[in-house]
C-alpha cells in the first residue's frame, strides 16, 4: 500500500510568492494535517482536516491556508512568503477515529526554501 | 516555557549500548504519548504510541511514560548504526481533534 505521498519534494520560491503544496493520504484514511519543521526543531501543527472541514488550526497567520477534497487529498497554501516560511512541511494522514486511538503517518515532506 | 522540552543533543553511543532518551512535558491534559524516528530528508516515522502511565515493549524499543513526574522515555537495547536518526517525542490529549505536540528532537548516532 502506498503511504503518504506529498509534492513536490523541493520547492525554491522568492519573498512574496505564493506556494501550493500537495498531499494524498493512505488510502482508507480521512484526515489530513499539515505541520512545518524548521531546521533543528520538531513539527508544529498547522491544520487538521478531515471531511473537508477544518478540525483544528495552530498559532500561524491567515498567510496559511489549506482545503480538503472529496477523495481527501489535501493541499496547503501559503501567500507573501517570508524567509521565515522556509522550512519542511509535513502531511500526514489519520483516520480520526472517534475511538481516541489516532495515529498520525507522515510523508517525507516538501522542503520549502524561499529566498 | 515549551510545553515539551526535549534534549536535542547529539548523543553518540558505541554500537551495542543501551540508549537512553527522554522528555519532560508541563500540560497534566496529554494522555497518549508517542515516539517518532526521523531520518535525514525523511518524515516522521511512529515507532511507539501508549496511553497514560506505564511501560509498552516493542522489540528493542521500550517507552515509559511517568504521567506524575510529567516524564517520557524511550530505551533502546542492543543499539544498531541504523538506529542512527533524531527521535522526537510527541504528546496529545485525549479527544482524537487534539494537535499533537512535539519535542524538538535529539539527535542519536550510533558508532560502529
Known amino acids: 500500500d502506498a503511504g503518504v505521498t506529498q509534492s513536490p519534494t523541493h520547492l525554491i520560491k522568492t519573498r512574496g510568492q505564493q506556494v501550493t503544496l500537495r498531499c494524498s493520504p493512505i488510502?482508507?484514511?480521512?484526515?489530513v494535517s499539515w505541520y512545518q519543521q524548521v531546521l533543528g526543531q520538531g513539527p508544529q501543527f498547522i491544520f487538521q482536516?478531515?471531511?473537508?472541514?477544518?478540525?483544528g488550526r495552530g498559532n500561524f497567520p491567515d498567510r496559511f491556508s489549506a482545503r480538503q477534497f472529496p477523495n481527501y487529498s489535501s493541499e496547503l497554501n501559503v501567500n507573501a512568503l517570508l524567509l521565515g516560511d522556509s522550512a519542511l512541511y509535513l502531511c500526514?494522514?489519520?483516520?480520526?477515529?472517534?475511538?481516541?486511538?489516532?495515529?498520525?503517518?507522515f510523508g517525507s515532506g516538501t522542503q520549502l526554501s524561499v529566498l | 516555557q515549551k510545553e515539551v522540552e526535549q534534549d536535542p543533543g547529539p548523543l553518540s553511543v558505541p554500537e551495542g549500548a543501551i540508549v537512553s532518551l527522554n522528555c519532560t512535558y508541563s500540560?497534566?491534559?496529554?494522555?497518549?504519548f508517542m515516539w517518532y524516528r526521523q531520518y535525514s530528508r525523511k518524515g516522521p516515522e511512529l515507532l511507539m504510541y501508549?496511553?497514560?502511565?506505564g511501560n509498552k515493549e516493542d522489540g528493542r524499543f521500550t517507552a515509559q511514560v511517568d504521567k506524575s513526574s510529567k516524564y517520557i522515555s524511550l530505551f533502546i537495547r542492543d543499539s544498531q548504526p541504523s538506529d542512527s536518526a533524531t527521535y522526537l517525542c510527541?504528546?496529545?490529549?485525549?479527544?482524537?481533534?487534539?494537535?499533537?505536540?512535539f519535542g524538538s528532537g535529539t539527535r542519536l548516532s550510533i558508532r560502529p
Open positions: 488510502s482508507g484514511h480521512k484526515s
Open positions: 482536516y478531515y471531511e473537508k472541514e477544518e478540525r
Open positions: 500540560n497534566s491534559a496529554f494522555q497518549y
Open positions: 501508549t496511553y497514560s502511565s
Open positions: 500526514a494522514s489519520s483516520l480520526f477515529n472517534q475511538d481516541t486511538n489516532e495515529k498520525l503517518f
Open positions: 510527541a504528546m496529545r490529549g485525549y479527544s482524537s481533534a487534539s494537535k499533537i505536540i
